[in-house]
């Protein structure tokens, strides 16, 4: 596909559990961008990659949340220790490189946790 | 720190009207502004995107106007169709950032037949 992607699109996970969510940029973007989506609160800017490098990591909520990515090509954002204030719309976008782009979004992952 | 504002929060209009969603911002060092669509429980869907040295771009039926100056963008709709009906959000790139979107918190837009 053209788009970028994301999996799961749904995940229900229980307190206190780790999860994984991945997601693959259009090919050939090598910015890449995680975003967090929650009731009422707006869409609020995670983590930046460019390459495979992670300039700025001032958007994680706290030490619970980390990413990755591997190949300057597919991200996993890791959080653990889930709390139900994680519950949220986690986005991915991506993007050439440089502030003249735009950043095109994947569909998101709906996280729960109960 | 940058506040993106969008109002009205939620409009209803009857199909076939023009119709504009507004979007200001407090800190006009920017290097571009994007507009963006979200349906329910989707993704986000580009627009269109002013860079800072633009005054407008359109698409198709879309027109969306950049005052960097006084902060402020709209978002023209031209004869509106029930398919128009979404959340229209509205979101600015930082001189200071480069890379982190700033977004306001939506407009919610209904088309009725």
């Known amino acids: 596909g053209a788009g970028v992607s994301q999996s799961p699109s749904n995940k229900v996970t229980e307190k206190g559990k780790d999860v994984e969510l991945r997601c693959d940029p259009i090919?050939?973007?090598?910015?890449l961008y995680w975003y967090r989506q929650s009731l009422g609160q707006g869409l609020e800017f995670l983590i930046y990659?460019?390459?495979?490098?992670?300039?700025?990591k001032s958007g994680l909520p706290s030490d619970r949340f980390s990413a990755e990515r591997t190949g300057g090509s597919v991200s996993t954002l890791t959080i653990q220790r889930t709390q139900q204030e994680d519950s949220a719309v986690y986005l991915c976008?991506?993007?050439?490189?440089?502030?003249?782009?735009?950043?095109?979004f994947g569909p998101g992952t709906r996280l729960t946790v109960t | 720190k940058q506040e993106v504002t969008q109002i009205p929060a939620a409009l209803s209009v009857p199909e076939g009207e023009n119709l504009v969603l507004n979007c200001s911002f407090t800190?006009?060092?920017?290097?571009?502004l994007q507009w963006f669509r979200q349906d329910p429980g989707k993704g986000l869907t580009s627009l269109l995107l002013?860079?800072?040295?633009?005054r407008e771009q359109t698409s198709g039926r879309l027109n969306a106007s950049l005052d960097k100056s006084s902060g402020r963008s709209t978002l023209y709709i031209a004869a509106s169709q029930p398919g128009d009906s979404a959340t229209y959000l509205c979101?600015?790139?930082?001189?200071?950032?480069?890379?982190?979107?700033?977004f306001g918190k939506g407009t919610s837009l209904l088309v009725t037949p």
């Open positions: 990659f460019q390459g495979n490098s992670a300039p700025d």
């Open positions: 002013i860079q800072s040295s633009q």
């Open positions: 090919s050939g973007h090598t910015a």
């Open positions: 800190d006009s060092a920017i290097y571009n």
């Open positions: 976008a991506s993007s050439l490189a440089g502030q003249l782009y735009e950043q095109y």
């Open positions: 979101a600015v790139l930082n001189s200071n950032s480069g890379y982190a979107l700033n």
